[in-house]
């Protein structure tokens, strides 16, 4: 988090990745069925190293936590507001029908005070700005103009005024300008001094049109220009960002900032290519800054009136958000025009007092909170004013009302947003996220039809103005969900302590004083039968009169089960108290809702017991509220735990009342619960296709980047568009960082976020309910940071993020493509025919690494993971203090270059020396991965013969050769047409560090080639005799064959791409789930496949060659000449050669 300086010093274990039964087993591979096995006789040793593991994990997680202190937020509290009737005290002399009149102050001014928002705000006093303030952004030759104003007569200030674009001027023009500039100035103030949270300044003139040394559309002073550069100067800001969503363009704000990338401006505004005012070219999507500044100006021009508050939302969902995310400003200033609210008669648009709300809270998520409105234009004197009182009320901390149905954003918003992320796709990276050259489908070309502005905001402001419940938040807890435990194993991570550690943690955080405490109770059978059958729950009941060895038996007739004799009623505990918390938010006793519960819930189906879950609570509690409502209640069920919630999915995959959405970790199906049903394609069945979400990450590690873009991109326009009335929480933090389960590094940080956007749903009626997370230290943290943002507390700071795995947005876009068809608010790409000169993510990603070619290497700029670099600079900008701001696009690669022969009997293995190996380079000097020296040097007479007969493996490959860049391949005479062995050839040994070798050969990496060929490689190194050949010996056994897996009934793909990254050069495939990778010279995405899976062995589709991660090895064994055999058959069209 950037500290804000005070210049004036006023304030001061579900077991393995797959099966949750035991821990530290990564190498298993098959997937969890029904009953588990015997044990072997390692199991003990394995669960020692995962109880060290995880107490390592609770170290590292307490000492990572440390600067997260609830307690003492740098963030003031309440919101200022500033009004002065002085401001009412200028109209226009020659035209009393002007729109820009007094009466929209006294408008404004009446319904916040018959809302009663007045007294629950902080007034802070007016002043006037400075000369030497309004000079940080106008000329002193401008100003000089306008102070004789106040002095002029009529005839005289009709005829400056008619000098200026859409502009009257009175005596009291001047002054009232000074006091609205100054009155943003005095919120600046009280903001970064923690005085205040937030704050809106209602006064007039409007700022937006001026430029520095003109007025224009009736401003004189850009008040938040002066409020922006005035933060720079005193409070020592480097981001701040500023939102325009007035309808009109805001030219001045852009011209004033253009060149500058420690402001960016977002404006939002009717364009209509041109004909709509200010009628210029610079208000078009193509318009993205100057200089250093380029990047930093986001225009996104509506092509047509009638927008509506999806078309909005859509627009700060996929385009703002995720490019103030990247920026991360440290303060927010708001350009409040409600020209753009439905009645108003120059805007024409259909946007609501709600949707501003949603507008407000979504920038509530940014800066920590520190958000400042200004108001400028506005014409409709209602609309005005109901516009000021539904942001009023977000930035007091009230819930976020319902919107007008339906919820979908048209054809000609999508345009719009579509092209300016195209515009700034090559500037930032969190648009590079989205798929190009998708078709958006069928959305209406048009806004819906006019409709009766009053009844409208009639509608909306009845939601708005909707009572609050008497407390904000509820929360549950019970004890005696304790007594549920593991009998067998006290290290077992589903431990009673994880509700009391939470629980306790609330406590010394003051959060449970700041709750309403629901009490607990038993759900009773008629409820669980609600969604479990009679027999389960009767099976259920039965354990709790039964012995520890019938309780161990009925334990393992179920899948990751445990049962002691208080099982049952700790799961009805769990089932009642969850119950409670519904009923209270549904009948308005409180807005929200956290349970901390257990046992868990989501894996229980209908009629079983499944990982650690007895009843499914979240299922059980969403048709409770149904039945409560005595109807259809539209429930969204958001599940983030790190494992899918198969019993969830299953029991409402036909039901269109409750959408699933499910973020969870697949691995291709191999993570538990290890059922295909949790992939992306599965979307529910019947009249519930379409309502069953599943978010698949296929590699472990998923953090903060790729939450938030899922969130952004998926999640969240589902919900706008389903319109839950209840939104349920299956909250699992085992994708916390430090979970020794879930293998994420999702931070405390990151789930408050994502409370807050849910937040925006259903009214604010939000429950959540704990499920898995089983390290004490970060499910604690990070479900008091959800029951602090439900209390009203802004979301912490998210620090930097990087890109998103480019795992995760292979996921991301199987999930769009596999739900454009059933939601509209999906339907937005990037036009191909715009992107296809833009670099891809993978050249842009932070966790790729570019190409090296063997005759230009260019090194790009390096950072870890969670490194900070000049926030404010996308990519290609320069950063402020003017060092250029290096991107990994640019990065220089050289064009692979066919080859038109590959000498016969010889791989098209990658052999060469890499730059810092290149002197003293002896393949005698080190043993690699597995190889020794075979034979002798061999006398000049004895040519190439000296090579050893091998056992198996593959021709040459007739394609390119598996390293990117031109490589000239000569012949190897005699030897290489007389081999008798079909084993790929050997690899050279290269000098320097053994162990670094072994890493690199051991990922499935080739080395890379300089331009020399391979006669060079093995004749031209130092001690050399000619004919001197090493071959590598694979070793006949390692332990790690049992992970092999059979060929998928597909095949294999031996010319099929990277998955992660598209590459079709030297590319691997793991045996054991059989995905394919490239090696370490394209993008070294199967040496992180392997660390994230743990998955040993790996074949070569270049030589055929199998290596060992785990024995640092090649391998040749029977077991693995199924594989070599059907890689070799796609490859050659018969079968290799002496392996059968």
């Not at 981001?239 to 030219?251: C, E, N, T």
């Not at 078309?311 to 200033?333: C, G, K, M, N, T």
């Amino acid at each position: 988090m950037d500290s804000i300086p005070d210049p004036s010093n006023q304030r001061a274990l579900r077991g393995s990745s797959r099966s949750p039964r035991s821990p530290g087993s990564a190498s298993q591979s098959q997937k969890k069925v029904g009953k588990k096995g015997s044990q072997n006789s390692g199991l003990q040793e394995e669960k020692k190293k995962g109880r060290m593991n995880r107490s390592r994990g609770e170290e590292e997680m307490i000492e990572q936590l440390g600067h997260l202190d609830l307690r003492s937020s740098p963030v003031g509290v309440g919101t200022g507001l500033v009004f002065t009737e002085k401001c009412k005290e200028y109209s226009c002399l020659w035209d009393a029908s002007h729109p820009e009149c007094p009466d929209r102050l006294t408008a404004v001014m009446e319904k916040v005070e018959q809302y009663g928002l007045l007294s629950r705000c902080a007034r802070a006093e007016e002043r006037a700005a400075t000369e030497e303030e309004l000079l940080l952004v106008h000329s002193p030759e401008y100003v000089a103009q306008m102070r004789p104003t106040q002095h002029m007569g009529q005839e005289e200030l009709q005829s400056l005024s008619d000098t200026f674009d859409s502009i009257y001027i009175h005596p009291e023009s001047f002054r009232c300008a000074c006091l609205a500039a100054g009155s943003v100035l005095q919120l600046v103030d009280a903001v970064m001094t923690a005085q205040l949270r937030n704050g809106f300044s209602i006064a007039r003139p409007p700022g937006h049109h001026a430029q520095r040394d003109q007025m224009n559309g009736y401003c004189m002073f850009n008040n938040l220009a002066i409020a922006a550069r005035y933060a720079k100067q005193r409070y020592h800001l480097t981001r701040i960002l500023i939102v325009d969503w007035d309808v009109h363009h805001g030219q001045g704000l852009q011209y004033i900032f253009e060149d500058d990338p420690s402001v960016l401006v977002f404006s939002v505004h009717r364009y209509e290519d041109g004909r709509f005012w200010p009628h210029l070219q610079e208000s078009d999507s193509t318009a993205v800054g100057k200089g250093k500044g380029e990047g930093f100006n986001i225009n996104l021009p509506w092509n047509q009136p009638g927008m509506n508050d999806a078309d909005y939302i859509s627009a700060f969902q996929q385009l703002l958000l995720p490019v103030a995310y990247e920026f991360r400003p440290q303060l927010v200033l708001v350009a409040a025009g409600f020209d753009s609210v439905v009645g108003d008669p120059k805007g024409e648009m259909s946007a609501t007092p709600a949707c501003f709300a949603h507008l407000t809270h979504m920038l509530q998520l940014l800066a920590e909170g520190r958000l400042i409105l200004s108001l400028e234009g506005g014409y409709n004197l209602r609309s005005t004013a109901e516009g000021v009182c539904a942001c009023l009320k977000m930035l007091l901390g009230d819930p976020c009302p319902r919107l007008e149905s339906p919820f979908s954003p048209c054809q000609s918003a999508l345009d719009s947003i579509s092209k300016t992320v195209a515009a700034h796709r090559k500037h930032w990276k969190c648009l590079q996220v989205l798929e190009q050259g998708q078709e958006t489908g069928s959305c209406d070309l048009n806004p819906g039809p006019a409709v009766e502005s009053d009844a409208v905001l009639d509608r909306s402001m009845r939601e708005v103005m909707r009572g609050l419940p008497p407390a904000r938040t509820g929360l549950v807890y019970d004890e005696r969900m304790k007594e549920h435990h593991n009998m067998w194993d006290s290290h077992h991570p589903e431990l009673p302590q994880r509700i009391s550690r939470i629980f306790s943690r609330h406590e010394e955080l003051g959060l449970v004083s700041r709750c309403q405490r629901i009490p607990a109770r038993h759900a009773s059978e008629e409820e669980l039968a609600l969604c479990h059958g009679t027999e389960h729950i009767s099976r259920m009941k039965s354990t709790e009169g039964m012995k520890p060895r019938d309780l161990h038996r009925q334990s393992e007739e179920y899948n990751s089960i445990f049962i002691s004799p208080q099982s049952y009623q700790s799961a009805l505990l769990a089932a009642g108290a969850s119950f409670n918390a519904a009923e209270a938010i549904l009948t308005d006793k409180v807005r929200n809702a956290v349970a901390i519960v257990r046992p868990p819930g989501h894996h229980a189906e209908r009629d079983s017991a499944c990982g650690f879950c007895f009843f499914n609570t979240v299922a059980l509690t969403a048709r409770y509220a149904q039945r409560l409502s005595g109807r259809e209640l539209r429930v969204l069920i958001l599940d983030w735990d790190v494992h899918h919630g198969n019993g969830t999915q299953h029991i409402f995959e036909d039901d269109p009342s409750v959408l699933y959405v499910s973020l969870h970790r697949y691995d291709n199906g191999l993570f538990f619960p290890s059922s295909e049903d949790a992939g992306s394609d599965r979307a529910g069945r019947g009249r519930g296709l379409g309502y069953n979400v599943n978010i698949p990450w296929n590699a472990s590690k998923m953090g903060n980047p790729e939450y938030i873009a899922a969130f952004q991109r998926v999640v969240m326009p589902i919900a706008y568009q389903f319109d839950p009335e209840l939104v349920l929480v299956s909250a699992g933090f085992d994708a916390a960082r430090g979970d020794p389960l879930g293998g994420c590094h999702v931070t405390p940080e990151c789930y408050g976020h994502m409370t807050h956007m849910l937040q925006a749903l259903a009214g604010g009626r939000v429950l959540i309910v704990l499920e898995g997370g089983y390290n004490l230290s970060s499910i604690s943290e990070s479900m008091s940071v959800c029951t602090s943002v439900l209390l009203g507390d802004s979301p912490p700071d998210l620090g930097q993020l990087t890109p998103p795995h480019p795992s995760a947005v292979q996921s991301l876009h199987s999930v769009l493509r596999t739900h454009r068809s059933h939601w509209s608010a999906l339907r937005l790409a990037v036009p191909e025919s715009v992107s296809s000169s833009l670099p891809t993510p993978s050249q842009k990603g932070q966790r790729t690494k570019a190409k090296k070619s063997p005759r230009q290497e260019v090194t790009p700029q390096k950072r870890s993971p969670g490194e900070d670099t000049h926030p404010l600079t996308p990519e290609g900008a320069a950063t402020p203090d003017n060092s250029p701001s290096v991107s990994p696009a640019a990065v220089v690669t050289v064009a692979d270059d066919s080859v038109d022969q590959i000498t016969a009997g010889l791989q098209s293995v990658a052999l060469g020396n890499s730059p810092e190996n290149q002197t003293n380079q002896s393949p005698a000097s080190v043993a690699v991965g597995g190889a020794r020296r075979k034979v002798k040097p061999a006398s000049p007479e004895g040519g190439g013969k000296g090579q050893r007969k091998r056992s198996g493996g593959g021709e040459s490959s007739k394609g390119t050769p598996s390293t990117p860049g031109k490589t000239e391949v000569v012949e190897l005479k005699e030897s290489t047409e007389k081999m008798e062995s079909t084993e790929p050839p050997s690899l050279p040994a290269v000098a320097g560090d053994e162990k670094e070798t072994l890493l690199e050969l051991a990922s499935g990496w080739s080395t890379p080639l300089k331009s020399q060929s391979i006669c060079e490689v093995f004749y031209k190194t130092q001690g050399m005799e000619e004919g001197t050949m090493f071959a590598v010996e694979p070793l006949p056994w390692c332990p790690h064959l049992e992970t092999v897996n059979p060929l998928p009934a597909a095949g294999l793909d031996v010319f099929g791409p990277c998955r992660d990254c598209g590459s079709e050069a030297e590319n691997w495939v793991c045996l054991v789930c059989y995905q394919v990778h490239c090696g370490r010279y394209v993008n070294q995405h199967m040496m992180e496949h392997r660390q994230s899976s743990a998955h040993m062995l790996v074949l070569s589709f270049s030589d055929l060659s199998v290596w060992c991660y785990g024995c640092e090895a090649y391998i040749h064994h029977q077991v693995l000449h199924d594989a070599k055999n059907a890689a070799h058959r796609i490859k050659f069209g018969e079968n290799m050669p002496g392996l059968h």
